[in-house]
């Protein structure tokens, strides 16, 4: 069964266009998944079968300024101005959505990229909600965020808020395919295998090739920021149990080093968090078709292993 839903922004402007799938089968609990920066959640097919053969009810949404909200709305690369908690506030909407649906099972959060951080700031705001979190492809200390931060701030104090200007993004983002052989498209730093990035690249969903408006920009940076270090980690309950994957050839994680910062701040914090890092992989671990089968296993394992508790 596939419902449509859609609902409105935390941001007051959008409706926010989203899907629960549920499998024909009782239902052993709920995953949200929650897609990155740029692209949308119809790019997670593979992973949504995966965990609804596993007996689990899938929810996704596309944000605001992505995917088939932006389709419905015309507002491509920009989020709103009510901050960057906007995100976050509309997976937490989603949620109440399905919960009115499928009360009284398990709740997952499954976040990769952009939606890791997503996660990370539910998981402090709402984890007394949630039986467990996955973060994919997170970062810890972002390389150069606090630096495109206070540029981006100047522009918006300067009136600059509403506009498109991708040198901001370049400056932010432009170091990440430094590992990449033979860079063409821009965005090798995602996956090795070039039928992944022509896919990402040419997605009619997905805002890969739209400018992002410098204070949307500027929120990303703020949503980074907000989930370092052990302060970050002191927020979230520590009760709920985290599973952290990625690739050590991803930048985003700086290569391995992030990954394991935000295992330690949680560490140290006294939660309980496995980390799962695949040696030899970018960004998006779950698109290659080598190891996809196994990452979406090791999720299903994560989340099985807190319902039989």
Partial sequence: MLHEVSFSSYNKRDQVQGWIYVPAARPKGIVQIIHGFGEHSRRYLHMIVKFMDAGYIVAADDHVGHGKTAMVSGVWGDWGDTGFHTMMEDEHTLRELVCEKYPGLPYFIFGH???????????????????????????????????????LKKAIDHGLGNDFDPEFTGSLMGWMCERCDDVTIGNEWICSDPYVQRDHAE??????????????????????????????AEKVPVSLPF????????????????????SNWLCET??????????????????????????????IAFMDGIISI
């Fill in 113 to 151: 990229s952009m939606g890791s951080f997503i996660a990370r700031d539910f998981a402090a705001n709402y984890g007394n909600d949630l039986a467990g979190v996955t973060i994919c492809g997170t970062t810890g200390i972002f390389r150069g965020a606090d630096k495109a931060a206070a540029l």
């Fill in 203 to 232: 997605d009619p969903f997905d805002s890969f090739t739209r400018p992002t408006s410098n204070r949307s920009l500027y929120d990303f940076t703020q949503m980074m920021m907000a989930i370092e270090g052990v302060q970050w």
């Fill in 243 to 262: 599973y952290n994957i990625g690739g050590d050839q991803d930048p985003v994680g700086e290569y391995g080093k992030g990954i394991y910062e935000v």
């Fill in 270 to 299: 006294g939660h309980d968090v496995i980390t799962k890092v695949y040696s030899g992989y970018r960004h998006e671990i779950h698109n290659y078709s080598e190891i996809k089968d196994e990452v979406e296993a090791g999720i």
